[in-house]
């Protein structure tokens, strides 16, 4: 009887990847949306001014907390990591007034883009929302900083697993089946290092269990990663970077005496032909 072998050294998968610096257009999001770029790096797509100011706010905020996910850092809003749709939602809810004070009475940037990618799509016949259920909706977005040093501040990992496993209350389950785009807003940057690394691999579910992270993602080993090629992206405040969460990224270790490195975090995706989800 024939058995499946799990493969013992990761398949490459080829990156395409955009870099250039001004504003970021909805024609490119699209484009990594739809698999035909898989990680774009747009540089000063916001002003420091602002990305100063929502630094300024996130410190600040009354709804900052300890991460408790195995990642040290701080947080303000929701994750939908490794949490019902129930307990989700509600924490989405209950946050919505600390993430809205993040941006104070700035133009909030991603909202911003989010609002015209929903006119682009629009016009495509494709509706975009945030993802939602009879508990609540998501944010726009979720504020992350980190604290960690080391090798990695945040260790290989991939964000289709969290999201394929994710339960069948969960609407955005159905975009695991197609792209998880991982859209990141970099208000502050560290001195040195928190470098957004990504991997040449987009790994299947029996990649997953031969690395025990079928259900999660994360992390990968470093043994497992070890022949993958990988893109190193150096970031500074005021840039914008969205990839495909399929491939194994992470970011690397930054210097502890540098400034906090803080992100502005968003997931979207098709759930269907005419419904791109959005959500954190």
Same mark, same amino acid.
């Given at each position: 009887?024939?058995?499946?072998? !799990? ?6 998968? +080829? ?23 898989? /990680?774009? #790096?747009?540089?000063?797509?916001? %002003? ?9 706010? &996130? ?10 996910? @195995? ?5 303000? @809003? ?6 019902? =749709? ?5 924490? /989405?809810?209950? =946050? ?12 909030? +940037?991603?909202? *911003?883009? &989010?609002? *015209? $990618?929903?006119?682009?799509? #629009? ?12 508990? @609540?909706? =998501? ?26 496993? =994710? ?8 975009? *695991?089946?197609?792209?998880? *785009?991982?859209?990141? &807003?970099?208000?502050?940057? %560290? ?13 299947? !579910? ?6 025990? !992270?079928?259900?999660?993602?994360? +992390? ?8 993958? +090629? ?6 500074? /405040? @005021?840039?914008?970077? $969205? ?22 975090? %968003?997931?979207?995706? &098709? ?10």
């Amino acid at each position: 009887m024939a058995t499946n072998q !799990v493969p013992q050294t990761p398949a490459i998968s +080829p990156l395409t990847i955009k870099a250039r610096t001004g504003s970021i257009s909805t024609a490119e999001i699209i484009s990594v949306l739809k698999g035909e770029t898989t /990680a774009l #790096h747009i540089s000063q797509a916001f %002003s420091t001014e602002v990305a100063q100011e929502i630094t300024t706010n &996130f410190v600040g905020s009354s709804g900052l907390k300890e991460r408790k996910d @195995g990642v040290p850092g701080q947080f303000v @809003g929701a994750s939908h990591y490794r949490k019902d =749709a129930a307990t989700y939602f509600k924490e /989405a809810e209950n =946050a919505r007034p600390q993430v809205d004070a993040l941006f104070g009475n700035l133009v909030d +940037p991603v909202r *911003a883009l &989010f609002d *015209a $990618l929903k006119r682009e799509l #629009h016009k495509q016949g494709v509706e975009l929302r945030l993802a939602s259920s009879e508990h @609540g909706k =998501a944010n726009v977005c979720r504020g992350l900083s980190w604290s960690g040093s080391g090798t990695f501040s945040l260790d290989p990992h991939d964000d289709v697993a969290q999201v394929l496993r =994710a339960g069948n209350d969960y609407e955005l389950s159905a975009v *695991a089946h197609n792209i998880v *785009a991982a859209l990141n &807003f970099y208000p502050s940057m %560290s001195d040195e290092g928190g470098n957004l690394r990504l991997w040449s691999h987009k790994p299947t !579910v029996a990649d997953r269990k031969s690395q025990g !992270v079928e259900t999660t993602g994360y +992390p990968y080993s470093a043994a497992y990663l070890e022949p993958v +090629p990988c893109r190193e992206f150096q970031l500074k /405040a @005021g840039d914008i970077a $969205l990839i495909d969460g399929g491939f194994v990224h992470g970011v690397t270790g930054q210097a502890g005496n540098g400034k906090r490195r803080l992100v502005l975090n %968003s997931f979207l995706g &098709f759930a269907r032909p005419d419904l791109v989800l959005w959500w954190t």
